[in-house]
């Protein structure tokens, strides 16, 4: 098997907070949804859409899912896009997420890529960003165990592990004016994003 080569896009949230559906979010006319799976192609040669309305899919090419374990949050579509994935390890983005940096992202494969770790993500002091990283098909069952006894906290997972953690003075160096983990969860969030465009 590759070790490399998916990409999990995480949409299937409520966003109760935005008040409208977040994978449907336009940025200058364009769907969010349509850039984010833009750049990581130009990274990644299986783009998995873990989604709740598949139907509002119809016209792409990537793969379209759903959760396989429903109501758990996004650990649900981590479970379900890994499940799909055909490389050992998948990175999994959320798609309200602008700032994505493919430099970044090729830093964090390289990171890993002669360990045998079971995730990767980044560290900012005490703060982990669990909806940027990689993920290895082989937490697929601890996954399911972790949901199954109604634990949907991904950091539980991450920290249960075996984990390598990029640390702050690693990701400073990428992306210096924008926040590579920005995402849009409130209206507030999207128009403060839009002014510094
Ligand atoms: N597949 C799947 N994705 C989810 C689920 N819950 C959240 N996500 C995704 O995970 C990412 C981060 O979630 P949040 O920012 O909390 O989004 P949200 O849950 O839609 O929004 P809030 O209701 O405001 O918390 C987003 O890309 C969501 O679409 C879920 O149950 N299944
Ligand atoms: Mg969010």
Redesign the pocket.
């Known amino acids: 098997m590759k070790k490399f080569g998916a990409a999990i896009?995480?949409?299937?949230?409520?966003?109760?907070?935005?008040g409208f559906d977040?994978?449907f979010l336009k940025i200058d006319e364009k769907r969010l949804m349509g850039l984010v799976i833009n750049k990581l192609e130009e990274e990644f040669d299986e783009i998995i859409i873990?989604?709740?309305k598949p139907e509002e899919y119809n016209e792409f090419n990537q793969k379209i899912r759903?959760?396989i374990i429903?109501?758990?949050?996004?650990l649900?579509?981590i479970h379900?896009?890994l499940n799909e994935a055909s490389s050992e390890y998948a990175f999994v983005i959320?798609?309200?997420m602008p700032n994505i940096d493919i430099d970044y992202i090729r830093y964090m494969k390289k990171a890993i890529e002669n360990k045998d770790i079971d995730i990767c993500v980044t560290r900012i002091r005490d703060r982990i960003e669990p909806?940027h990283g990689f993920y290895s098909k082989r937490i697929i069952e601890n996954i399911e165990k972790h949901l199954l006894s109604n634990m949907r906290a991904i950091n539980s997972l991450i920290t249960k592990s075996k984990t390598h953690y990029i640390e702050e003075d690693e990701v400073v160096k990428f992306s210096l004016n924008k926040d590579i983990f920005k995402?849009l969860?409130?209206i507030e969030d999207l128009d403060e994003f839009l002014l510094t465009q």
């Open positions: 896009i995480l949409a299937g949230g409520k966003s109760s907070r935005m977040k994978q873990v989604t709740n759903t959760d429903k109501g758990m949050g996004p649900s579509g379900s896009g959320a798609c309200d909806l995402n969860n409130t």
